[in-house]
């Protein structure tokens, strides 16, 4: 093994691919992209589509509308004054989008309102006026019981839950769990991606090398394993480029996003409450803006995640490359391409129960398996505390097999970057193993 | 001096013997030439020299030493099938394919910039490969067969897509390394180029190296068994004739391959009867005739057939 030859191999992989536009733009946007992406969504979930339709009250117990009323003015009006046939009218001509006939059954037994609307209302529009009613229903029957101003309170107070890790030291921290499991979730993501997205970077290279005949040449100068090992590793660089400038883009943007986030979430909850009690309403959303803090990651984790990134890019990057080797063009990789997707595919859908059940033995065994491992592991050590001789198994595994699938691909390569014009097959395959 | 000694190889793709026990010597400061039909083992035995394929059994010796990562310095390839990094500008692709030959970063700067030099190729150095017309990248292809100075050079058929000026430009090149005293090894099938330039031929057919020497000797070897007829009138009277093969025949023009002993006065008397002749001439045959007598016509009529398909 001549490693000043690999290293040259290395260096013009690499150089050639991160100079190029298209790795540069795709650094530089890919997280623009998602942000406006995570944003749109946000932006969708929390806007108020609702609140343009009009409701009229036709109520008939004279004490449930001015409490409605009074919870939203712009969508609440009384129409009770009005006969009956006129509201209709006024649904049916669109001057008021619906109406909710309230009368005294619907406080004294578990009858429910009805809401009449002419064109539909919209899920969320119903579920609003729904809790809206079932506020002011619940507020008179509690009226009519005699209840006093405290108990009401208390009633209107829903208690919250938060929980806590205990740890060895014996202090309860606060528990990020629903946090970390996010996190796991996206960094397995990220390998899956990465597996996926640099090994066929590397396959359509090894492809190029091949249809460009430029690999007759080159192997005159160097062996294959050597020419393989050297591309591997620099799209392999290349890999932790990208994944490197993501991370100290994703730092710089968390320091600075927390305290602007936490200020404008204490804004808007401020702003959604009007005066009321601050802490209470954050408790009864289970949010803390403090827990805003828990956006930090454990560095150790990112350490986790690069080595395994790196060994299951070198050991599924072999594969890919066996496959581009055996091929003449990118389209004749369709029928090996299932051994690459079935276990990355798995991974990634076993992934979403391990985020929720990091402990399982479901969990505990795709996090040593060496083909699911580079996905499950890092999911699970974001998501608990996995005990360490787990991790040491699932590497030691991982690096075994790299070995083992290594050696297989390498004879398939050398093989196979000679092989003009033939498709080849499984058998061939076996045959190349065989011959080399 | 034996500078290349491959030593009874074979070499078998599944049941296909490619290459069927072949030996041959290669001097040094000579240019050897590598005959034979398609598919005849050529490009698999180069392959071999180049240790990019290793044999089945035999050895291969490149200056005393066997073929390994170690001899691969000592030559410089040019496959059939050339290619280069389309993506990649001139002068790091050239950079790079003689630093992998071993080249220090500095010499192989200077030797590359020699080269473009004497090829007017120096402003290409930053244009990226796939924006240069096929006769410069060819020479941007010899530059990176040559650049790293080797002792030996190694084209597998080096005519073959090359426009007349880059294929007259080679043929300069080639001569001026000979003379520089360095070894050329190359494989075609046009009898012509070999020729011109051949010391030493070696001819593969099916596997097997069936003929090889001194192009002088293997020509003497066959005698002067050929007619060179130069006449004016009528030549229908060519195709009355019985034991010959007709080569290079045209109006005036015929070259006889004289078989089974036929009478040379014969042939002369019946051309004297129906046309003028001007040239009546007993030479050695010709490389093609011996190349069509060896391999036999039955399988080159096929190989020509399988081509044409």
Same mark, same amino acid.
């Given at each position: 093994?001549?490693?000043?030859?690999?290293f040259?191999?290395?260096? /013009?992989? *690499?150089?050639?691919?991160?100079?190029?536009?298209?790795f540069?733009l795709?650094?530089?946007?890919?997280?623009?992209?998602?942000?406006?992406?995570f +944003?749109?969504?946000?932006?969708i979930?929390?806007?108020?589509?609702?609140?343009e339709?009009?409701?009229?009250? *036709?109520?008939?117990t004279?004490?449930l509308?001015?409490?409605?009323?009074?919870?939203?003015?712009?969508?609440?009006s009384?129409?009770?004054?009005? &006969?009956l046939?006129t509201?209709?009218?006024?649904?049916?001509?669109?001057?008021?989008?619906?109406?909710?006939?309230?009368?005294e059954?619907?406080?004294e037994?578990?009858?429910? @309102?009805?809401?009449? *609307?002419?064109?539909?209302?919209?899920?969320?529009?119903?579920?609003?006026?729904?809790?809206? %009613?079932?506020?002011?229903?619940?507020?008179?029957?509690?009226?009519?019981?005699?209840?006093?101003?405290?108990?009401?309170?208390l009633?209107?107070? /829903?208690?919250?839950?938060?929980?806590r890790?205990l740890?060895e030291?014996?202090?309860?921290?606060?528990d990020?769990?629903?946090?970390?499991?996010?996190?796991?979730? =996206?960094? +397995?993501?990220?390998?899956?991606?990465?597996?996926?997205g640099?090994?066929?970077v590397? !396959?359509?290279?090894?492809?190029?090398?091949?249809t460009?005949?430029?690999?007759?040449v080159i192997?005159?100068?160097?062996?294959?394993i050597?020419?393989?090992?050297?591309?591997?590793?620099?799209v392999?660089?290349?890999?932790?480029?990208?994944?490197?400038?993501?991370?100290?883009?994703?730092?710089?943007?968390? !320091?600075? @996003? =927390? &305290? %602007?986030?936490? =200020?404008?979430m204490?804004?808007?909850?401020?702003?959604?409450t009007?005066g009321?009690?601050?802490?209470q309403? @954050?408790?009864?959303?289970?949010?803390? &803006?403090?827990?805003?803090?828990?956006?930090s990651?454990?560095?150790?984790i990112?350490?986790y995640?690069?080595?395994?990134?790196?060994?299951?890019?070198?050991?599924?990057?072999?594969?890919?490359?066996?496959?581009g080797?055996?091929?003449?063009?990118?389209?004749?990789?369709?029928?090996?391409?299932?051994?690459l !997707?079935i276990?990355?595919?798995?991974? *990634?859908v076993l992934?979403?129960?391990?985020?929720?059940e990091p402990?399982?033995?479901l969990?505990v065994?795709?996090?040593?398996?060496?083909?699911?491992s580079?996905?499950?592991m890092?999911t699970r050590?974001?998501?608990?505390?996995?005990?360490?001789?787990q991790?040491?198994?699932?590497?030691?595994?991982?690096? @075994?097999?790299?070995?083992?699938v290594?050696?297989?691909?390498?004879k398939?390569?050398?093989?196979g970057?000679?092989?003009y014009?033939?498709?080849?097959?499984f058998?061939?395959?076996?045959?190349?193993?065989?011959?080399s | 001096m034996?500078?290349?000694?491959?030593?009874?190889?074979r070499?078998?793709?599944?049941?296909?013997?490619?290459?069927?026990?072949?030996?041959?010597?290669?001097e040094?400061?000579r240019i050897?030439?590598?005959?034979g039909?398609?598919?005849?083992?050529?490009?698999?035995?180069?392959r071999?020299?180049?240790?990019?394929l290793?044999?089945d059994q035999?050895s291969?010796?490149?200056?005393?030493?066997?073929?390994?990562p170690?001899?691969q310095?000592m030559?410089?390839?040019?496959p059939?099938?050339?290619?280069?990094?389309?993506?990649?500008?001139?002068?790091?692709?050239l950079?790079?394919?003689?630093q992998?030959?071993g080249m220090?970063?500095?010499a192989?700067?200077?030797?590359?910039?020699?080269?473009l030099?004497?090829f007017?190729a120096?402003?290409w150095?930053?244009k990226e490969?796939g924006?240069?017309?096929?006769?410069?990248?060819?020479?941007?292809?010899f530059?990176?067969t040559?650049?790293?100075?080797?002792?030996i050079?190694?084209?597998?058929?080096?005519?073959?897509?090359?426009?007349?000026?880059?294929?007259?430009?080679?043929?300069?090149?080639?001569?001026?390394l000979k003379?520089?005293?360095?070894?050329?090894?190359f494989?075609?099938h046009?009898?012509?180029?070999?020729?011109?330039?051949?010391?030493?031929i070696?001819?593969?057919?099916k596997?097997?190296?069936?003929?090889?020497?001194?192009?002088?000797?293997?020509?003497a070897?066959?005698?002067?068994?050929t007619?060179?007829?130069?006449?004016?009138?009528?030549?229908?009277?060519?195709?009355?004739?019985?034991?010959?093969?007709?080569?290079n025949?045209?109006?005036?023009?015929?070259?006889?391959?004289?078989?089974?002993?036929?009478?040379?006065?014969?042939?002369?008397?019946?051309?004297?009867e129906h046309?003028e002749?001007?040239?009546?001439?007993r030479?050695?045959p010709?490389l093609?005739?011996?190349?069509?007598?060896?391999?036999?016509?039955d399988?080159?009529?096929?190989?020509?057939?399988?081509?044409?398909?």
């Amino acid at each position: 093994m001549d490693f000043s030859k690999i290293f040259l191999v290395l260096k /013009r992989e *690499y150089l050639t691919r991160a100079k190029s536009k298209s790795f540069i733009l795709s650094t530089a946007l890919t997280p623009i992209v998602l942000i406006a992406f995570f +944003g749109f969504l946000a932006w969708i979930m929390t806007s108020d589509s609702e609140s343009e339709k009009t409701v009229g009250i *036709y109520d008939q117990t004279g004490v449930l509308v001015e409490n409605l009323i009074s919870l939203d003015s712009l969508r609440y009006s009384d129409v009770s004054y009005l &006969p009956l046939d006129t509201v209709k009218a006024m649904v049916l001509r669109q001057d008021l989008d619906s109406y909710l006939l309230l009368e005294e059954r619907h406080i004294e037994t578990n009858e429910n @309102a009805e809401l009449i *609307y002419k064109e539909s209302g919209g899920l969320a529009f119903n579920g609003s006026v729904r809790s809206d %009613v079932r506020e002011v229903i619940q507020e008179e029957r509690l009226t009519r019981a005699n209840v006093s101003d405290e108990v009401k309170q208390l009633f209107a107070r /829903r208690p919250g839950l938060d929980s806590r890790k205990l740890t060895e030291e014996g202090e309860a921290e606060d528990d990020k769990a629903g946090f970390m499991s996010g996190v796991g979730f =996206v960094l +397995g993501l990220l390998i899956f991606i990465g597996l996926f997205g640099y090994g066929a970077v590397l !396959m359509r290279s090894v492809i190029e090398e091949k249809t460009n005949r430029i690999v007759e040449v080159i192997t005159s100068s160097l062996k294959p394993i050597e020419l393989l090992i050297g591309k591997v590793a620099g799209v392999c660089l290349l890999g932790f480029t990208q994944f490197t400038v993501w991370a100290v883009m994703y730092i710089g943007f968390s !320091m600075a @996003a =927390v &305290p %602007v986030a936490g =200020v404008l979430m204490q804004d808007q909850i401020a702003q959604a409450t009007e005066g009321q009690d601050l802490e209470q309403v @954050a408790a009864e959303a289970g949010f803390d &803006p403090s827990s805003l803090e828990v956006l930090s990651i454990d560095p150790m984790i990112f350490v986790y995640f690069f080595l395994f990134f790196v060994l299951g890019f070198f050991m599924y990057a072999s594969i890919f490359a066996a496959v581009g080797s055996a091929v003449d063009s990118e389209q004749d990789t369709q029928q090996f391409m299932p051994i690459l !997707m079935i276990p990355l595919i798995g991974a *990634y859908v076993l992934n979403t129960r391990i985020m929720v059940e990091p402990d399982s033995t479901l969990a505990v065994v795709a996090s040593m398996f060496p083909l699911t491992s580079p996905i499950n592991m890092i999911t699970r050590i974001a998501t608990t505390d996995v005990p360490v001789w787990q991790i040491g198994a699932s590497l030691a595994l991982l690096v @075994a097999s790299f070995f083992g699938v290594m050696w297989v691909s390498a004879k398939i390569y050398r093989v196979g970057i000679l092989m003009y014009g033939k498709k080849a097959s499984f058998g061939d395959f076996a045959k190349w193993i065989k011959q080399s | 001096m034996t500078i290349i000694h491959v030593e009874n190889i074979r070499k078998s793709f599944g049941k296909n013997k490619a290459v069927d026990d072949v030996s041959f010597d290669v001097e040094k400061g000579r240019i050897f030439g590598l005959l034979g039909p398609n598919g005849a083992g050529k490009t698999t035995t180069i392959r071999m020299i180049n240790n990019i394929l290793g044999p089945d059994q035999g050895s291969i010796t490149i200056n005393g030493q066997i073929a390994s990562p170690l001899t691969q310095k000592m030559i410089g390839y040019m496959p059939e099938e050339r290619g280069l990094y389309k993506k990649m500008k001139v002068g790091e692709q050239l950079l790079y394919l003689t630093q992998l030959k071993g080249m220090k970063t500095k010499a192989a700067k200077e030797a590359i910039h020699y080269w473009l030099d004497r090829f007017d190729a120096s402003d290409w150095t930053k244009k990226e490969v796939g924006e240069l017309s096929k006769g410069m990248s060819q020479k941007i292809q010899f530059i990176a067969t040559i650049a790293h100075d080797p002792d030996i050079y190694i084209f597998d058929e080096p005519f073959s897509g090359l426009d007349p000026i880059n294929s007259d430009m080679l043929k300069d090149i080639i001569i001026e390394l000979k003379n520089n005293g360095k070894t050329i090894l190359f494989s075609t099938h046009r009898m012509e180029q070999v020729e011109q330039m051949c010391d030493d031929i070696c001819l593969f057919n099916k596997g097997k190296a069936v003929l090889q020497g001194k192009l002088r000797e293997v020509k003497a070897s066959f005698g002067k068994n050929t007619i060179n007829l130069e006449f004016d009138g009528d030549g229908s009277f060519l195709d009355k004739l019985e034991g010959v093969r007709l080569n290079n025949r045209s109006t005036n023009f015929a070259e006889i391959r004289v078989l089974n002993g036929q009478s040379m006065q014969d042939i002369l008397k019946l051309a004297m009867e129906h046309a003028e002749i001007h040239k009546f001439e007993r030479i050695e045959p010709s490389l093609n005739e011996i190349f069509i007598s060896t391999v036999g016509e039955d399988n080159l009529k096929a190989q020509q057939l399988e081509e044409a398909q």
